[in-house]
């Protein structure tokens, strides 16, 4: 049932009064236009502030996400974390026995064969010059060593080359 209620004609002008007829409306709506325009609200920002004091950490941040992130799937996160972890490291461990192994077996065998090679165009070098020396163009000797010319390699054949 619908339950009338009278109001009294004083209580609806009262300042005090719940109650606004239309043209008090439009007037406080003008008024609040009003102080918006000026620069003036009637809301205070200023609890802005608030937010701007409390900063989180990072590691607040992530404390957080345990609440939202299922245990699930946090749980196959963790796994493939760790698994690329220990691929990675064992990469890593990999590269660094492969390049030991390599930078010695260079030592060991290719530096030495690089100095042999240096020594053989050197010899090379000192035989074609005593070739020139010795004939003026001529022949070289046969590997019996006619005609009394020194053999390459022979002690004594070459200078400060004697075994």
Same mark, same amino acid.
């Given at each position: 049932m619908v339950k009338l209620v009278e109001i009294e004609d004083d209580a609806v002008f009262d300042d005090d009064s719940q109650y606004t007829t239309d043209d008090e409306e439009h007037e406080s709506v003008a008024s609040l236009t009003d102080k918006e325009d000026d620069g003036e609200s009637d809301f205070d920002f200023e609890d802005d502030d608030?937010?701007?004091?409390?900063e989180e950490t990072f590691l607040e941040r992530v404390q957080a996400l345990k609440d939202i992130i299922p245990l699930e799937k946090?749980?196959?996160?963790? /796994? +493939? %974390? /760790? /698994?690329? $972890?220990?691929? !990675?490291?064992?990469? %890593?461990? %990999?590269?660094?026995?492969?390049s030991w192994v390599f930078t010695t077996s260079a030592l060991l065998v290719v530096?030495? #064969? +690089? #100095?042999? $090679?240096?020594?053989?165009?050197m010899m090379q070098q000192w035989e074609s010059e005593q070739g020139g020396a010795m004939g003026g163009g001529q022949q070289q000797p =046969? =590997? !019996?060593?006619?005609?009394? =010319?020194?053999?390459?390699?022979?002690? !004594? $054949? +070459?200078?400060?080359?004697?075994?």
């Open positions: 608030e937010d701007e004091e409390f946090r749980r196959a996160f963790s /796994s +493939a %974390l /760790s /698994s690329a $972890s220990y691929w !990675g490291n064992f990469g %890593l461990h %990999l590269a660094g026995k492969l530096f030495p #064969l +690089a #100095l042999e $090679s240096d020594r053989e165009k =046969m =590997m !019996g060593g006619g005609a009394g =010319m020194p053999l390459p390699g022979v002690a !004594g $054949s +070459a200078p400060g080359l004697a075994a």
